[in-house]
Nanobody, 124 residues
Framework: QVQLAESGGGSVQPGGSLRLSCSAA????????IGWFRQAPGKEREGVSC????????YYADSVKGRFTISRDDPKNTVELQMSSLKPEDTAVYYC?????????????????WGSGTQVTVAS
């Protein structure tokens, strides 16, 4: 069973950038599609992005398209989310999770294993 841990969160001013990492411990990381999700206080969890096995597919929510980039490095057991042009509405706890699949149009499938999350705060 793979275990996930997020890192890279922090506080940044609007327009700034952050890079989140999802590190995995356990076997066969390259067999998993990975999704990034976020949840802001009082809001429902949102699927932000996902990446399929061998990076064969990627998905971005409309709210982050053109500003976020997802990538994976299977030898290093990591998936990164590069976030640029950050806005106050990007403020949330960001989680990575294994997902059944990543559909380029519809996004991530059912989730399974979650990390504990990392806080991203965008404020002046």
């Amino acid at each position: 069973q793979v275990q996930l841990a997020e890192s890279g969160g922090g506080s940044v001013q609007p327009g700034g950038s952050l890079r989140l990492s999802c590190s995995a411990a356990g076997p066969s990381f390259d067999y998993y599609s990975i999704g990034w999700f976020r949840q802001a206080p009082g809001k429902e969890r949102e699927g932000v992005s996902c990446i399929g096995i061998t990076a064969g597919s990627t998905y971005y929510a409309d709210s982050v398209k053109g500003r976020f980039t997802i990538s994976r490095d299977d030898p290093k057991n990591t998936v990164e989310l590069q976030m640029s042009s950050l806005k106050p509405e990007d403020t949330a706890v960001y989680y990575c999770a294994t997902v059944d699949y990543c559909n380029a149009k519809y996004g991530p499938g059912s989730t399974h294993t979650w990390g504990s999350g990392t806080q991203v705060t965008v404020a002046s």
